[in-house]
């Protein structure tokens, strides 16, 4: 699977990272690279083969229905650019 | 077994300029799932309090923070599943949905989109004329719910609490078998009534723990009909997703407004653009969420933070042996046990208080008269005071009480009214009301007979004419209550005159 420019740009736009024009194709060109050593893995027969998820065999680990964290407005407010009142501000964005 | 019989309901149709059009409805409800703490942190649920108060560092993306799923999520989950008699996936598997939001820290959502917990079930929708419509479920998936962006604080600012960050939802997804604005309100009241009655969502539309995204299509008659015998959906217009509406009457408005939108393209020569839309009430209208669009491609792949979500058959089946009576079949109980009609038993399974509160006055009296009172006399009289039953001042006892008095013939029908009345406003043990205020009907046949000859003797003109029109006992039958207070036994004084005057 080849990526082009294009797909390069919207998949920078879309995970917020800004690429100049003229990195495109070097990024484009790994993409693909990357993609062609992944797709390596489409040759090894894995029919019947349930999906690994993990490495570990465990269980998902669960917690009971109790409030045991929170009431930290302050820490959780600590490393935001701008917060006001108890709330983060942040430039409007309105629909 | 439940036997349920209903004729299903014409869908709703709207006249174009050129012809009729059908509208096609599927909805996805976002339901809050009702725990103390959140779906993946030990932050508290709690509506209302301080901004970013309900917040653990794993809520607000803090590097380095791993989810830990809440037992309890899950159960909710299941037991909502098995009230929509659907099918339980004891293998299901966490999602991340990327997309970018100053209220979603994390840059993604935790959902469930490749394997559910819930897979197919199906809602019985009754639309009160004694049709119905069995809408296909097509799964429930848990995810975490955004915090809130508030707009009108700050001319330029937007200001973010993530209280509601990471609370955990179950989305349920409906098949498109709805067929109306109606119906569409009366699926959601549905659905809420069951997690009423089991305990799973409060169902607060206000409160935003209710909303419902609405896709709605439009087509010719008959081809829905086609889309079911079939399966494709080819046979459908193209539809339009109206976005995170809570309110019963917006959801209605909107469906409607967003029908004739596309009508008008669709008349016109043009075509529908599947999209996600917004309804403006101020405006009455839906317009396009382009931004919405942009962002559509939300590269979901497995959360690499959490294990398969593995669950026992023994877990499902203790939840589901303990699972409560669900509105459908305490419905028909009512009716085939109790005798209600369809409407009183409606009525009072419309939310499990007014039916926990009704089989108490109904044990050991009356099915029949205890719907009467309940609806007629208490729920009339809170409503005219503007109260909820919750803050009734009347106890289950207390009506059961007057029931059992009428029974036994102490008091009349009429006398019953007074005797609420007085408990509703000052209290006490209806038995006591009437025996201490002398309320008590005179059913001593004795005294009866010496009022009925007190007044015949008193009217001699009156039982002349009687004698020639038996009608005219009523009247001796009005003179004798009158006489008595109106405690009089009224079968009683019936029996009694006709006697009499016939001697």
């Keep these: 699977m ?57 269980r998902l680990k669960r917690r009971e229905d109790v409030v045991t964290d929170g009431n930290q407005a302050e820490a959780v407010l600590a490393n935001a650019p701008d917060a006001r009142e108890g709330f983060f501000a942040v430039p409007k964005v309105v629909e | 077994m439940l036997d349920l019989t209903f004729d299903t309901p014409k869908p709703k149709t709207i006249q174009g300029a050129k012809q ?32 970013n108060s309900n917040v653990a560092f794993v809520d607000a993306g803090m590097p380095g923070m ?89 001319p330029h600012m937007s200001f973010v609490d993530l209280n509601r960050t990471g609370v955990a939802l179950m989305e349920i997804v409906s098949r498109p078998d709805i067929r109306g604005p109606e119906e569409a309100a009366a699926y959601i009241t549905k659905l809420r009534q069951i997690m009423w009655y089991l305990g799973t969502c409060d169902g607060n539309m206000q409160n935003g723990n209710l909303r419902a995204d609405v896709n709605v299509s439009i087509c010719s008659p008959g081809a829905y009909e086609k889309y079911r015998e079939t399966g494709d959906f080819g046979h459908l217009g193209t539809r339009c997703e109206i976005k995170n509406m809570n309110s019963m009457r917006f959801i209605q408005q909107a469906i409607e407004v967003e029908a004739r939108r596309q009508i008008a393209i669709v008349e016109d020569g043009g075509e529908v ?21 942009e962002a559509h491609d939300y ?28 509105p459908d079949e305490k419905k028909s109980r009512f009716m ?39 609806i007629n006399d208490l729920f009339g009289r809170l409503k005219k005071d503007d109260k909820s039953l919750a803050d009734s001042p009347v106890t289950p006892a207390q009506i059961a009480g007057i029931i059992t008095l009428i029974k036994k013939g102490d008091i009349s029908g009429k006398i019953a009214k007074d005797v609420f009345e007085i408990v509703y406003t000052e209290g006490g043990d209806p038995a006591q009301i009437v025996e201490e205020r002398g309320m008590k009907q005179v059913t001593d046949t004795g005294a009866i007979e010496a009022a009925v000859d007190q007044i015949i003797a008193d009217n001699p003109a009156q039982v002349e004419k009687a004698k020639v029109n038996p009608k005219l006992a009523g009247w001796f039958v009005g003179q004798v209550m009158k006489a008595t207070g109106g405690k009089a036994n009224p079968k009683a004084v019936n029996e009694i005159v006709a006697k009499k005057l016939a001697d």
């Design chain 2, 66 to 154: 791993l989810p830990v799923i809440n037992e309890e999520c899950v159960a909710q989950a299941v037991r909502t599943g098995l009230g929509l008699k659907a099918e339980i996936h004891l293998k299901s598997a966490f999602d991340r949905k990327n997309y970018f939001y100053p209220d979603l820290p994390q840059g993604y959502q935790i959902s469930q989109l490749y394997h559910p917990i819930v897979g197919e079930g199906e809602v019985l929708v009754e639309m009160g004329d004694g049709t119905a419509r069995v809408v296909r479920i097509e799964r429930i998936h848990l995810e975490q719910d955004a915090g809130k962006s508030i707009h009108d604080m700050d």
């Design chain 1, 2 to 58: 080849s990526i082009d420019t294009a797909t390069a740009a919207k998949v920078a736009k879309l995970a917020r990272i800004q690429v100049d024009e003229d990195q495109l194709p070097a990024l484009a060109e790994e993409f693909s690279a990357i993609l062609g050593f992944i797709e390596q893995l489409n040759e090894v027969d894995v029919d019947g083969v349930e999906p690994m998820v993990s490495v570990t065999p465990m």
């Design chain 2, 20 to 51: 009729a059009w059908e509208l096609v409805i599927g909805m996805e409800v976002h339901a809050q799932v009702a725990t103390q703490a959140k779906l993946f942190s030990g932050a508290s649920t709690q509506f209302g309090a301080e901004p």
């Design chain 2, 336 to 374: 085939a046990d109790l005798g209600l009609s369809d409407y009183d038993a409606s009525v009072l399974t419309a939310e499990p208080e007014s039916a926990a509160f009704f089989e108490q006055v109904a044990d050991g009296t009356d099915g029949k008269m205890a719907a009467n009172w309940v």
């Design chain 2, 299 to 326: 590269r979901y792949f497995p959360c690499p933070d959490l294990l398969p979500l593995e669950i026992e058959q023994g877990w499902v089946d203790d939840i589901a042996g303990a699972l409560p009576e669900l």
């Design chain 2, 273 to 293: 653009v599947q999209e996600t839309r917004l309804y403006d009430p101020d405006k009455g209208e839906t317009r396009s969420m382009r931004s919405k669009e």
